[in-house]
């Protein structure tokens, strides 16, 4: 079983720049592939960025790219997001997910963090 807690979501004003961070619990961290989704009121949940198991295979959204940064840190099982330049259409809740490995699906979820960017 993994457990993921997100922290480090809040209020920024536009430009501003936040730290999401995600803390794994379990077996099998440095295997999982790991991802920030993010759902914006009366959207669905997209996906924002992806960071294989060894971190060296990222994914990023269109609209992220250049802004936003995934990166773990498996010997402490951690999964950070880097956002930056954020505008307010970045305002969502943030959720943290890992990849099961036995249905390959993002199988595991955090309770999710808010972020807010006013203009």
């Known amino acids: 079983q993994v457990q993921l807690v997100e922290s480090g979501g809040g209020l920024v004003q536009a430009g501003g720049s936040l730290r999401l961070a995600c803390a794994a619990s379990?077996?099998?961290?440095?295997?999982?592939?790991m991802g920030w989704f993010r759902q914006a009121p009366g959207k669905e949940r997209e996906v924002v960025a992806t960071t294989s198991g060894s971190g060296g295979g990222t994914y990023y959204l269109d609209v992220v790219k250049g802004r936003f940064t995934i990166s773990r840190d498996n010997a402490k099982k951690m999964v950070y997001l880097q956002m930056n330049s954020l505008k307010p259409e970045d305002t969502a809740v943030y959720y943290c997910?890992?990849?099961?490995?036995?249905?390959?699906?993002?199988?595991?979820w955090g309770q999710g963090t808010q972020v807010t960017v006013s203009s």
């Open positions: 997910a890992a990849r099961s490995t036995y249905t390959r699906q993002y199988d595991f």
């Open positions: 379990g077996r099998f961290f440095s295997e999982r592939d």
